[in-house]
């Protein structure tokens, strides 16, 4: 039964203004058989509670669901900034029915099945704890919960599908961390889907049920623990399966890399949220809604095909091999085509820059270097089938500070009676350095911005301006990276 607009993370929704009750609770109309379209609709305004008519910031209403029967299920309440109260709705034989609460003025449903059984979630106090509901003959049935501790900022237990038979799925708070995925098959308390991380300690939740109890949603695995970054399951014959280890290249020999699942039909057929892994974002869907189609129970080929990787700097260096400023280094890494796709990218950095040996999730990662030195940086790419890429360097030269340095014009004498005069120069970079590689040199100040660069010395025959009086040499210093310095000065008087 497929689902759409829902949350793509495993965070819970904190319910406030339910004006935006799409948002936070939608779930898309069930599939239908294939039907020929009119163009023009009838419409009806379902309504809402009387109780909700006047108040506040006005009354509404939102669907979630419909069945075959034309029975509506949803939301509908009034806004307000200080105790806004909306229920959960359904809507037959012309009427908008109040479905109630587990015992606060706060409750919202997800889906109905063909029987009129209503699933949803319903604060038990107000603004307290949140459990899954089943609605069924007149009564809003508390499914319980798995055990965790409530945690706000993790969310709520929801109950998010219902199938034929009143098996209903969605999410509870195993721990204060984490859902996870809960089958309730009529009776007795949910079951724990359980997760797809080894240690169990991973986080789920399930999206949608088929009339088979076949269940599809989004858990953690061991490549990917964090509840932000999860990957799509399939649950069935009481074992979770990995759906990326399940796919087959698309038309177009892409790999994807899978998000969440939202829906499952009796065919099999999912719906879920993918990356590509290859090709032109340009010309091709990046990030796209994908329908997953059953094929056949034999694996494809063997992945024995290293992945490579590329590594891109956000600013080349200079043509001496040095940059002046930080630099990110992305790492981004490709498997071949019709492969098993990229699990992670290690990297390590030694040098002026010391990065532990570190795993990267996916196939893209962007490495900071902001150490002034030499960093050699080292990487490589592993795929899903467990090809290792040889090992590859790259080295990022860093000179952020200017050098330093002085001009004595004839050894600092006073006075001269020749133009031709003889500069002692020195210069120094702070290290780690680049080292000082070029001079210029102006008998005015204007002019030294236009002087050519040349190469640095420690003395210089250089001729003074023309005409008697004061006269001032100007000098700057460049490194390799192309820091400069402050302009140096030195005076001396000409007196023929």
Known sequence: MAK??????????????????????????????????????????????????????????????????????GVAGYRSDFEPQYHAFLYKDGQIKDLGSLGSGFSFATAINDFDQIVGASYSTYYGEVHAFLYEDGQMKDLGDLGGDYNPEIGQDRANDINA???????????????????YRGEGPMQDLGDLVTSGEGASFAMAINDFDQIVGASNNDHSTSRYDPTAFLYQNE???????????????????????????????????????????????????????PRSDIPPPADTTKPSTSATRSVEPNAAGWNKENVTVRLNATDNQGGSGVQKITYSASGAQSIAQTDAPGDLVKVALDQEGTTTLTYYATDKAGNVEDQKTLTVKIDKSAPTGTVSINDGASRTRSRSVTLTLSATDPSPSSGVSQMRISNTQSGLSSASWEAYSTTKAWTLSSGQGTKTV???????????????????????
């Open 239 to 293: 074992q979770m399966i990995d759906l990326e280890t399940r796919l087959l290249p698309d038309d177009n020999g892409s790999v994807w890399t899978l998000d969440s699942a939202y829906g499952i039909n009796n065919k099999g057929q999912i719906v879920a949220f993918g990356w590509r892994q290859d090709g032109d974002p340009n010309t091709q869907c990046a990030e796209c809604a994908l329908l997953l189609t």
């Open 474 to 496: 100007y000098v700057r210093y460049r490194d390799g990276a192309g820091n400069e310095s402050a302009v140096v000065t030195d005076t001396i008087k000409y007196s023929p």
């Open 4 to 73: 759409a607009n829902l949350s793509r993370t495993l965070v819970g929704l904190t319910v406030v203004v339910v004006g935006v009750a799409v948002a936070l609770f939608g779930v898309g109309l069930r599939t239908a058989e294939t039907q020929t379209t009119s163009y023009y609709y009838e419409v009806q305004d379902l309504g809402t509670f009387p109780w909700a008519l006047g108040r506040d910031y006005g009354s509404y209403s939102s669907p979630t669901d419909i069945n075959s029967l034309g029975h509506v299920v």
């Open 165 to 183: 038979s009143g098996h209903v799925v969605g999410q509870s708070l195993k721990s204060s961390k984490n859902f996870h995925a809960f089958l």
